[in-house]
Structure formats: C-alpha cells, structure tokens
C-alpha cells in the first residue's frame, strides 16, 4: 500500500514538473511573440498638378494589409458611431475591425436615410429624425462601404472593414502612429488610402521592438469613380 502511495506521488511530482516545464516554455514562447513595434510617418496629399493640397488630410487612412498568420482579433465593446449632421456623415471615413457593429444617429433637426448598395454590405435604415433611437448595423464583410442618405444627393461616407485591427486616420499635419503590439516580426504590407488617391502600399521588414519611420505622398484624381474603391487583399 505504502509503494503504491509513493508512486502516485511520484507520479504526481512528474506531471507538476512536466506542467511547470510547459508553462515555461508557454510563456518564453509568447513573450518572443509579443512585439512593441510602432509604425509613424507623415502623409503628403497633392493635386494632379503635383500641389500640395491638404485640406482633408485627416481623411486618409493607414492601415496593415491582411497578414498571413491567420491571427484571431477580438471585437471592441465599444460601438463606433457614425453621425449624421449638417448634412454631413461624420465621421466621412470611419476604419472598422470586422464584424464590427456601427450605430448611425441623426443629429440634424430634419430627417435623414442612411443606406449602401455596396457588395460589402449593402442595407437601407429608412428614414429617421433627430431623437429617434440610433439603428445599428454589422459589417461582417471586409472590404469598402460606401455610405449614402436619399434626401440630401451631397452626403457621402465611407466605412472601410478591415481584418485586423492594425488601422489609424491620419490627424490634421497629415501625421499617424500605428501600434504594431502583438504582430510577429516578419514582412508586412502598410497601406496609405485616400477616396481620391487610391491607394499606396509599402512593404516594410518588421523587427521586434522597433520604432519605424514610413511616409507616404499620395495623388489625387478628382475623376475617381468612388463606387469602384476597393481594399488590398
Ligand atoms: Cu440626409
């Protein structure tokens, strides 16, 4: 009896160890995996001309293009809003994590209709005034969603779904910081976007722990037919 109590305890002694062992390099592992790198740079927007026009600079977009690691991301809590007011969708671009749900409200004293004809999403929110409860819809489709109301012709937005959450709006100097947190070192593809411009990839060789300096200049084509805007895949 007693032999076989000290084998079960030197069984269990043998699979604590092996279990600490695992932990160990578990945790070794995922601390190699873990990566503080961050992306900044500056966006540079001109005209066909090839003169500088910045003025809506902050609408660019940066973002990482699909990484080939088959990562999982988890969703937000917080429900991104895009508001209708002075006849305006704001804000005009708006990068979301798919599957992302966003809620539209009406803002404006006068009724407005939010809808999309998009292969990405397409959907029709009727009509909806000032007060009444924001509706809601999720993108479970990556791609571009363009975003129209069927009173006023001028409102235009953009809901651009992307796969991983690795995204920044450039801020008013044209400037954007990515925090690269959590993606493995290796080769990745950044992507600068503007409605008029198109977009501009470059790809970029990924260190641990580094801090990257990448600029983009964009062109824009006032004749751009922005039903036809599509994400890199
Ligand atoms: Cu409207």
Redesign the pocket.
């Known amino acids: 009896m007693s032999s076989l109590r000290s084998f079960s305890r030197e069984l269990q002694r043998k699979i604590m160890a092996k279990f600490l062992a695992f932990l160990l390099i578990f945790n070794f592992c995922y601390s190699n995996y873990s990566n503080a790198s961050t992306l900044n740079g500056k966006i540079i927007l001109k005209n066909s001309k090839g003169e500088l026009e910045n003025s809506d600079i902050e609408t660019t977009l940066i973002y990482i293009a699909p990484l080939k690691n088959n990562q999982k991301f988890s969703i937000s809590k917080l429900v991104p809003k895009m508001e209708?007011k002075d006849?305006a969708f704001i804000p005009l671009v708006m990068p979301i994590l798919v599957n992302s749900t966003v809620e539209f409200n009406n803002l404006d004293p006068y009724m407005?209709?939010v809808f999309s004809t998009s292969e990405t999403k397409s959907f029709d929110l009727g009509l909806y005034k000032l007060g009444d409860k924001g509706k809601k819809i999720k993108f479970d489709k990556k791609g571009i969603v363009n975003i129209y109301?069927n009173?006023?012709e001028q409102?235009l937005g953009f809901i651009v779904v992307l796969d991983n959450p690795y995204f920044s709006m450039a801020n008013k100097n044209g400037e954007y910081s990515l925090n690269l947190e959590k993606i493995p070192p290796g080769k990745i593809r950044v992507v600068a976007w503007h409605r008029f411009s198109g977009q501009q990839i470059q790809e970029v060789d990924l260190k641990s722990n580094e801090i990257k300096n990448i600029n983009f200049e964009l062109t824009k084509n006032e004749n751009v037919d922005m039903d036809k805007l599509k994400l890199l895949n």
């Open positions: 209708q006849k407005h209709n109301c009173i006023h409102m």
